[in-house]
């Protein structure tokens, strides 16, 4: 039996698990302490695993149900619950601040990067604590925004986007920007910076400033963490109180390549 250790990053949030084998099967009481782990933590970055596409797959169904991608050109053909992350094929790094595919109506609870090839330096993914960003707000931010829905659609302008891609996952979704948490009851701010196209009742060229301007109140270094990615390394985040970006300041001339695995989560509710 697998006796995995669980040990904080020593930043604002974040965890390390240590001594588990995504390959190997997993006790349901270890499988529910780092359910656990995860919810305390918002990030947990388990070392050093060696895995095919499938092994990654089954091993991350430990944590919920894979959710199938939208974009189908990126996907594994061995495994399709598996989507690549690569900064090449017109795939560019998501810089900005997000929590991932909006445009679906239960978005995924969590997104797993696997990290298969990196550059020398950097390609580092950084993850920002949205509970702690809905208390960095104003008090007049946060009346705001209370009662707001965001219009979320697929990004207008990406071309990794394939006409079918769009056909199947781009009807347009709303969703509250503070939502509150299923499991831990907890309210987060939450969006996507450029798949939350319109605002209710806000003008469509204000949506953008608007948004970033929250981002800016929002997200500050002490509730932001930045993993440094090594080979080996998987990373889940928890999409319902946390957002990401990848910092594009590195040699594209290198390959980055992770895998991910997205698992469904519920329709956020205020
Ligand atoms: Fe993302």
């Not at 080996?232 to 970006?245: E, K, L, P, T, Y």
Request: aromatic share 6%; with cysteine; hydrophobic share 35%.
């Amino acid at each position: 039996m697998q006796h995995p250790s669980i040990n904080t990053l020593g930043g604002a949030f974040g965890a390390e698990v240590v001594g588990l084998d995504l390959r190997q099967p997993i006790d349901p009481e270890i499988v529910g302490t780092l359910n656990q782990a995860l919810l305390d933590n918002i990030v947990l970055v388990i070392r050093d695993q060696d895995l095919t596409a499938q092994e990654f797959r089954d091993g991350m169904a430990n944590f919920g149900d894979p959710m199938l991608q939208h974009r189908a050109a990126f996907r594994l053909p061995e495994c399709p619950d598996v989507s690549r992350i690569i900064n090449r094929e017109k795939m560019r790094p998501a810089a900005n601040w997000h929590t991932d595919h909006t445009n679906h109506e239960r978005p995924p609870k969590a997104t797993i990067l696997y990290a298969r090839k990196l550059p020398a330096e950097g390609g580092d993914t950084c993850f920002s604590d949205m509970y702690a960003g809905l208390d960095n707000l104003s008090n007049e931010s946060r009346a705001e925004i209370e009662d707001m829905i965001t219009l979320n659609n697929m990004e207008p302008d990406s071309p990794t986007y394939a006409a079918g891609d769009r056909n199947e996952f781009d009807q347009g979704v709303r969703h509250p920007m503070v939502r509150t948490h299923p499991e831990t009851g907890k309210k987060a701010l939450y969006f996507h910076v450029t798949k939350a196209l319109g605002i209710e009742g806000m003008e469509t060229n204000a949506v953008r400033p608007f948004l970033d301007g929250l981002l800016d109140q929002a997200i500050k270094p002490e509730n932001t963490l930045r993993h440094h990615w090594r080979l080996g390394d998987v990373v889940i985040s928890d999409n319902r109180c946390a957002m990401h970006r990848a910092d594009p300041n590195y040699d594209q001339a290198e390959e980055r390549l992770l895998w991910r695995i997205i698992l469904q989560g519920d329709r956020p509710v205020k």
